[in-house]
Nanobody
């Protein structure tokens, strides 16, 4: 089992920045991918960005240039730096962890990000 603890959400004005953190604990193997998803009211959950243990990243096109995903393997923690935030970024952001081998995945409880105009 893997447990995920998210933090860093909050209320910011448009154009502001937030840094989300997600710390993983439990039965963690080295071959894994950590990611951030988000879900707005009435919308489907969508992938924001992901990063492998080796540091390979993926972003949705709309996030490139504003969001940066990174990780600290020694701390089993993934970060999402969000800059130039827009009201449409308002959503609950969820941390996700999955092993490359074994096909198991885990979710954090979610952290609310609200961007006001």
């Amino acid at each position: 089992q893997v447990q995920l603890a998210e933090s860093g959400g909050g209320l910011v004005q448009a154009g502001g920045s937030l840094r989300l953190s997600c710390a993983a604990s439990g039965s963690i193997f080295s071959s894994n991918v950590m990611a951030w998803y988000r879900q707005a009211p009435g919308k489907q959950r969508e992938l924001v960005a992901s990063i492998t243990a080796a540091g390979t990243t993926y972003y949705k096109d709309s996030m490139k240039g504003r969001f940066t995903i990174s990780r600290d393997n020694a701390k089993n923690t993934v970060y999402l730096q969000m800059n130039s935030l827009k009201p449409e970024d308002t959503a609950v952001y969820y941390c996700n962890f999955r092993h490359v081998y074994g096909d198991d995945d885990y979710w954090g409880q979610g952290t609310q990000v609200t961007v006001s105009s």
